[in-house]
């Protein structure tokens, strides 16, 4: 995808702390407590990597962690992070471009999605659906539109900022939901943040 976050990637997380407070953070640090120990986890879309540091404070070793970020520069400030003495393997790529492994535990994917639209999600969400094993855990933290007018507006003044600054051409979300529904996981816990605005699921595959 031609879309990038490297020209966001030095305020991301300013930015993300201006609009939410600690939110983002909250909806991810809610999945944590799920990831087994001594799990294999396939991260995608981590940005700035704080979330490694965050798994070390729940997991502070054992975990086999893949991460996969398309931003060079999200990727290189992530690698400077503390991850604990778990073990962390970057690959810098479009998720989409990487040959994955089929027998991770749990993926994670935090408010990747909705860089996709309905026509492009189910062919990455199906790639990455391969690398999981059965019985693993899908956690996934994302915005959602339950019908308020703000939250709309919200999600569409965000798609134009990241349009005019990282060429993100995405200007609807996508339906992540249906696309757990379409390849039969099980639903196992869900919370949701800012108003509804951010939902975090827990998903089991069969
Ligand atoms: C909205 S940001 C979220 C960053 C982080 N999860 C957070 O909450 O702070 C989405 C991230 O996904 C990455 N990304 C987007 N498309 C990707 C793809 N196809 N493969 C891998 N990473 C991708 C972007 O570079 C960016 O860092």
């Known amino acids: 995808?031609?879309?990038?976050?490297d020209n966001s990637a030095s305020f991301y997380d300013a930015l993300s702390?201006?609009?939410?407070?600690?939110t983002l953070i909250r909806?991810?640090?809610?999945?944590?407590?799920?990831?087994?120990e001594k799990a294999k986890v396939l991260i995608v879309g981590g940005g700035t990597g704080w979330i490694l540091e965050e798994i070390a404070k729940v997991h502070p070793t054992g975990l086999d962690i893949t991460y996969v970020e398309i931003s060079a520069k999200m990727a290189a400030l992530?690698?400077?992070?503390?991850?604990?003495?778990?073990?962390v393997s970057f690959v810098n790529n479009p998720i989409e471009e990487v040959a994955l492994s089929t027998d991770y535990d749990?993926?994670?994917?935090?408010?990747?999605?909705?860089?996709?639209?309905?026509?492009?999600?189910?062919?990455?969400?199906?790639?990455?659906?391969r690398s999981l094993k059965s019985q693993g855990l899908w956690l996934c933290a994302d915005?959602?539109?339950?019908g308020k007018l703000w939250q709309k507006a919200?999600?569409?003044?965000?798609?134009?900022?990241?349009?005019?600054?990282?060429?993100?051409d995405t200007t609807t979300l996508p339906d992540i939901e249906a696309q757990f529904t379409k390849h039969n996981y099980k639903k196992k816990s869900a919370k949701t943040f800012f108003a509804d605005f951010i939902i975090s699921t827990q998903h089991q595959k069969s």
């Open 1 to 5: 995808m031609a879309s990038n976050y």
């Open 17 to 22: 702390r201006l609009t939410f407070g600690k």
């Open 27 to 36: 909806s991810q640090v809610y999945l944590l407590p799920f990831i087994p």
């Open 78 to 87: 992530s690698q400077k992070r503390n991850a604990g003495n778990n073990s």
């Open 106 to 129: 749990v993926i994670f994917t935090p408010f990747l999605f909705d860089n996709f639209t309905d026509e492009t999600l189910p062919g990455v969400f199906y790639h990455i659906h």
């Open 143 to 146: 915005f959602q539109i339950t």
């Open 154 to 168: 919200l999600l569409k003044s965000m798609y134009f900022f990241f349009k005019l600054l990282c060429g993100i």
